[in-house]
Nanobody
């Protein structure tokens, strides 16, 4: 299993930006697809974005398309989530996850909190 640590969360106002980072250790991160998920209080965890091991294939949930950008630097074992024009509904704990087959995310970080005030 690869170990994941998220950082970059915080308290911001609507319209602001944040960049989340997820740093991996334990295994070569370049072998893994990576994804970001989030969970708001009282709601189920939901998919936000994912990127293939090569960085070529990228996916977003509709509500963040055009505002969020996922990227990765395999030399630094890190995946990023640039979040622009944040909205209060983006509030939640953001989790990084890794997958060897691109579908089953078996490794998870502990999360970083993002709070967007209106």
């Amino acid at each position: 299993q690869v170990q994941l640590v998220e950082s970059g969360g915080g308290l911001v106002q609507a319209g602001d930006s944040l960049r989340l980072s997820c740093t991996a250790s334990g295994r070569p991160f370049g072998n893994y697809a990576a994804g970001w998920f989030r969970q708001a209080p009282g709601k189920e965890r939901e998919f936000v974005s994912a990127i293939s091991w090569s960085g070529i294939d990228i996916y977003y949930r509709d509500s963040v398309q055009g505002r969020f950008t996922i990227s990765r630097d395999n030399a630094k074992n890190t995946v990023y989530l640039q979040m622009n024009n944040l909205r209060p509904e983006d509030t939640g704990t953001y989790y990084c996850a890794a997958s060897l087959d691109g579908q089953d995310f078996g490794s998870w970080g502990l999360g970083t909190q993002v709070t967007v005030s209106s």
